[in-house]
């Protein structure tokens, strides 16, 4: 299988502690996407990468979010004192970068985290 | 600031008849690209379906259609023949560099 890989695909955390996902492309795609769901809620955008520059960062990611890409292939996104309202879905998706396929994105299925 | 709205959170229909899904957005934008994304009950989110915005023949892939209206900025999903799998929510994607999704509706095929 040859899709966008995501691990671990849940996670329970006490609030405090720090998590770290990580997102493996689909290899020669250009571009890494990391959103957020919540339960009944559409997908909200965190970051992209384009290689390993990371381009774009939402309001929404928090002094207490980090995500890297270091050799332009996997990335990390890194939760420090995680609490209680960082509890939800955590989607990878890439794409291939360019023209139409731009913005174009496969997902991976996703890393659920709980933080009790 | 770049908005999209799917106004109809829930529908059902029965299996094999035709549904169609709404989406506007607003953008001061005039090179753009709107997908709809299907993601299945606990299962990942899959393409559907993908329009550019310069094009004014409307997406077709099988039973799924786009109703594309630019002047309007409605981008509306049409179903036929629904089947059981097509039990998911939506998203109308609006694709530029704000990557903005819409809220979802949350279809149901009823057997």
Not at chain 1, 67 to 77: D, H, I, N, V, W
Not at chain 2, 14 to 19: G, I, K, L
Not at chain 2, 48 to 65: C, D, G, L, P
Request: proline fraction near 4%; charge should be neutral; aromatic fraction near 12%.
């Amino acid at each position: 299988d040859t899709g966008v890989s995501q691990d671990p695909r849940h996670k329970i955390t006490k609030r405090g502690q720090n998590v770290t996902f990580r997102c493996d492309p689909i290899s020669e795609h250009n571009r890494l996407y990391w959103y957020r769901q919540t339960l009944g809620q559409g997908p909200e955008f965190l970051t992209y990468f384009q290689n390993e520059a990371q381009l774009e960062k939402s309001r929404l990611l928090s002094d207490r979010f980090s995500a890297e890409r270091p050799k332009g292939s996997f990335s990390t996104l890194e939760i420090q004192r995680t609490e209680q309202g960082d509890s939800a879905m955590y989607l990878c998706a890439s794409s291939p970068g360019t023209g139409f396929s731009l913005y174009e994105q496969y997902f991976g299925p996703g890393t659920r985290l709980t933080v009790t | 600031a770049q908005t999209v709205t799917q106004s109809q959170p829930e529908m059902s229909v029965q299996e094999a008849e035709t549904v169609t899904l709404s989406c506007t957005y607003d953008t001061s934008e005039s090179n753009y690209y709107l997908f709809w994304y299907k993601q299945p009950p606990s299962r990942q989110m899959i393409l559907v379906i993908r329009q550019e915005a310069y094009k004014q023949q409307n997406a077709t892939e099988n039973r799924f259609s786009v109703n594309f209206q630019k002047a309007a900025k409605s981008f509306s999903l049409k179903i036929s023949d629904s089947q059981l799998g097509d039990t998911a929510m939506y998203f109308c994607y609006f694709g530029n560099e704000k990557l903005t999704f819409g809220t979802g509706t949350r279809l149901t095929i009823i057997p």
